[in-house]
Structures are given as C-alpha cells and as structure tokens.
C-alpha cells in the first residue's frame, strides 16, 4: 500500500517536535515567515531550494523529510551479544551500536559498551536538547561540565546533551548504558560537520559577493563622475 506525503502535516510534526515556531523555522532558514506559514498550510508547494533551506533549519536532509513514515511491520529482537546491531562509532575499548532502525524509526536507540578502563571522547550536541539514559550492566562514569556522576547497573537519568559529556568504565567487568532521544540517528560529530559546512558555504558567498559589490560601486562612480570605463 502507498503512502502519500502531506508536506504541510511533516513540517508541522516537525516544527513541533523540535518545540519551534514558525518564525524560528523562518530566522534559521532564511525563508520568509509568510512562505513557511503557507507551505506548513499546504497553499503553497516549496520550491527545491526553499525545501532545502527549511531542512538544514532541522539539520536533516531533504531525503529525510521526504522518506514516507510507516508502521514498524513487526516487532525487532535485539539479542544480548549485539549480534546484527549496527556500529556506528568505535573507540579502543569502547563502541557505540544502534538498536534502532532509521528506516522505520523516528527516535533513537543507543547503546555504548565499555570495556573495564575505556571511556568515550567528551562531545556534546548543537541540536538535541534532552536524552535518557539507563545502564544496563557493570559501572559507568558520567563526566560533563556540569560534574561527575558515577552510575550502577539498572540506574539511570535525564540529561541535555548540549554540554560536553562523556562515558568510561572504572570498574573490572564490561558495562553497557542504553540511551534515547526523540530524533532520528544522526551522529554529533555529523551534527558539528554539518554545521561547519553551512558555515564555510556562507563565508564563501560574502567572500564571492563583496568583490562584485566593491566593483559595482566602483562602475557606479565612474557613471557619476563621468570617467570613461574600459
């Protein structure tokens, strides 16, 4: 059975998942209120660069918006090796693996293993504003810029990922914590490239555009003064 795409519906889901509001989406994508207001009405349809602007807004790709959701068809066994679980990042003594699929799944499902001694690198997120996390087994240490938290098997907590954090295991057994948050997969570190890309686009525009200004006016002048051009 097909699905149709309500983009109005999506961008709405979207807007208010991410607790925006339209002028947020607005300012952080460059797109005027009005065309925001009328695309998430369905009066209008978004042109492919417009469509494009509103998705980095949500540093997602317009192949994520597009993707049609759908039903999860049954339910998925996550064994207790990890076996078929994918690695999505590895560190010496440590990884992170995914247990949620991004094709059928709109929030995320991590898991990090931690040999005894291993820790991950401290990072943080520039999206995310909420997490949870469990541990499933052995000891972890929680170091971020708000202070340490040291965690036991079954304890949890509710955190913002937004400050510099990272996990280590100081105990002598391998230890796990499970951790969730309401977005589709994507890495920090894909987050801060992303976002440094935009960035480098934009300083080349300015770099680009201030010499066609610099010689507009210069021709400006000329016109004014009434100096020959060549």
């Known amino acids: 059975m097909k699905h149709s795409l ?19 989406v607005a300012s ?17 349809s978004p042109t492919v660069g417009s469509l494009e602007k509103i998705c980095s ?38 990884k992170l693996i995914r247990v ?16 005894p001694g291993s820790s991950t690198p401290s ?9 949870i996390c469990f541990i499933l087994k ?5 170091q971020s810029d708000q202070g340490p938290f040291r965690l036991q098997t079954g304890e949890g907590f509710h955190f913002d990922p937004r400050h510099y954090h990272g996990w280590s295991n100081p105990g002598l057994v391998p ?28 300083r080349e525009r300015r770099r680009q555009a201030k010499p066609r200004k610099l010689q507009e006016l210069q021709i400006a002048a000329e016109i004014q003064n009434g100096l020959p051009m060549f």
């Open 6 to 24: 309500d983009i109005g519906k999506k961008l709405r889901g979207l807007r208010l998942g991410s607790r925006m509001t339209i002028r947020d």
């Open 175 to 202: 230890a796990e914590v499970l951790v969730f948050n309401p977005y589709r997969f994507v890495l920090f570190e894909q987050r801060e490239e992303n976002l440094r890309w935009h960035l480098h686009v934009k």
């Open 100 to 115: 949620t699929n991004d094709q059928e799944c709109s929030f995320t499902g991590l898991i990090y293993c931690l040999d």
């Open 123 to 131: 990072c943080h997120s520039l999206i995310l504003k909420e997490q």
């Open 138 to 142: 052995g000891q972890v240490l929680f």
């Open 28 to 44: 952080k994508s460059g797109c005027a209120v009005s065309t925001v207001a009328q695309i998430e009405l369905n009066q209008i």
């Open 57 to 94: 807004a949500f540093d997602i790709t317009v192949s994520d918006f597009l993707r049609v959701e759908s039903f999860l068809p049954k339910p998925v066994f996550i064994p207790a090796t990890r076996e078929g679980c994918e690695v999505v990042m590895r560190w010496t003594g440590a």
